[in-house]
């Protein structure tokens, strides 16, 4: 999972990254609401990690704007602050935060309440043949995609920026987290390689016009794999 940190306090923001890096995920670390924002707006995180007291804002009126804005409505919440009152607990899970712990940070407890989010609402796919996903098939070992009325044989790249998008159909996908998940790298601004992927894999998998499943972009932040077709003008 890619994990966003609001975190003020940069010694126990380092811990927190390196506990999560621990277990394979990766992080940003944000000390102010402002900074998490413009990250927001760029970036598709898994899970955010977030402190109650903030030098710009409190944590609790950021939960609330990320869950009534127009940013990541849906991705979990875990506040880790020193907050022990009840009521403060009480107003977090309330505004939409899935959990909370209390600093210091425990380091296997911390890890075990995000593995429960993640197997919650990121289901692992146990794949022991052919990954089946919205109608198409995706054979892992020759790296060859069939539907009904197709098939088509892809590269190494194609064929994983394919499956990512397919395993999260509906969610809004930046460009950053994708180039970061299929090449490992950071988005160069001026490279089309993203672009060009994610065009023969539109036209090789008929996921445009008025088909069922349509891969649109999103302007200025990246693209999205719908599972039900609705005119849309920033669709390539």
Not at 36 to 65: C, E, I, M, Y
Not at 71 to 76: L, M
Not at 119 to 127: E, F, I, K, L
Not at 139 to 168: C, P, T, V, Y
């Amino acid at each position: 999972m890619h994990i966003g940190i609001l975190e003020d306090d940069a010694a126990l923001a380092s811990h927190v990254l390196k506990v999560i890096e621990s277990q394979s995920h990766t992080g940003a670390i944000f000390p102010t609401a402002k900074a998490f924002f413009s990250a927001v707006k760029r970036n598709t995180f898994d899970l955010f990690v977030f402190d109650w007291r903030l030098p710009d804002q409190d944590g609790l009126t950021v939960l609330k704007l990320l869950r009534s804005g127009s940013f990541q409505q849906d991705v979990p919440v875990i506040f880790l602050t020193g907050m022990h009152d009840e009521q403060a607990i009480v107003a977090a899970l309330e505004a939409g935060a899935e959990d909370y712990c209390i600093k210091p940070v425990r380091p296997a407890e911390f890890l075990a309440r995000v593995a429960a989010l993640k197997r919650r609402v990121y289901p692992t796919r146990q794949h022991t043949g052919p990954m089946v996903c919205l109608g198409y098939t995706f054979d892992m070992a020759n790296r060859h995609i069939s539907w009904e009325g197709g098939e088509a044989q892809f590269s190494g790249k194609e064929f994983e920026l394919a499956r990512f998008l397919f395993e999260n159909s509906e969610r809004s996908l930046s460009r950053e987290r994708l180039m970061q998940e299929v090449w490992g790298r950071e988005d160069d601004p001026f490279s089309r390689t993203l672009d060009v992927h994610i065009s023969r894999i539109r036209s090789r998998l008929s996921l445009g016009g008025d088909s069922a499943l349509r891969l649109r972009s999103i302007h200025g932040f990246g693209y999205q794999l719908l599972t039900t077709a609705t005119p849309d003008q920033t669709a390539e």
